[in-house]
């Protein structure tokens, strides 16, 4: 309990935290969504070619 | 052949797997050193005898704050570099870095808010670092909406790295913010490598967390790079091996 109190300043540390920690978990899973779609757009655009020729 | 280098880091198809097999190898050192840092900063570090426990704030703001300048620097780097040598994977880079820059000037700003209530007494001020931070993201921003108005990938390369090198002087004054002016935000007490104004016990964990956030944007850009350069190449025939179908 005494942690997590942070000496009177548990409302102010525990949000930041989590904060920053919402930011790096979110740059993970944006990073993963660009690039998933960045492939299945370049795979896309390969096919259309395929038909084409 | 001392180009040779410089030649491979231009070819997509070689930056593509390079990025691909050098992910992990940024992202698992990053994982370790930020989960030892947070057991260092958190528990290990004695508090502060002005600031209490309140100051362990700094373990996830300054790390923020540097990536949120760090970051702009390889993306006007990279934009510069683009620009002048017409190089496509060098925009890659720099497209790759604006949404990790914004997102973590944001918790920097964010965290600083919190760290700023209960020291100085108020969450906002009009101050110089503060203010000069709150650009940087009104130009990460800036840099990412002019990208996404335009639809020639060429054009919006180009028009945004004017952008981010033209920004790139926004870096020293909030560098310099500190020293220049009079301002609420303490001087560097890290950064400075004559004489930290912590015990190791403190700074330890602090750049083991300033290690780690910036291993951490190396994974990240490179997965983020394997998109760009994607989305920079019409049907080249690397493309079927290399996403697999």
Redesign the interface.
Known sequence: ME?LN????AR??W???A??LA??V???F???R??A???A???R??QI?GEES | MAWTWFHRFGSPPHVYRLAATLTPWFAWPAGILIVAALYGGLVLAPPDYQQGDGYRIVYVHAPSAWMSTMVYVVMASSAAIGLIWRMKVAHAVAASCAPIGASFTVAALATGSLWGRPMWGTYWEWDPRLTSELLLLFLYLGYMGLRSAMDDMQRADRVSAVLAIVGVVNVPIIHYSVTWWNSLHQAPSVMKLAKPAMPPSMYVPLLMMLAGFTLFFGAIVLMRLRGEVLKRERAASWIREAVGS
Not at chain 1, 6 to 9: K, L, R, S
């Open positions: 942690f942070m000496g009177g300043y102010y540390v949000p930041s935290y904060i920053v930011v790096v979110l740059n993970i944006w990073a993963r660009s690039l779609r960045s492939q757009e370049a795979l655009r390969l070619r």
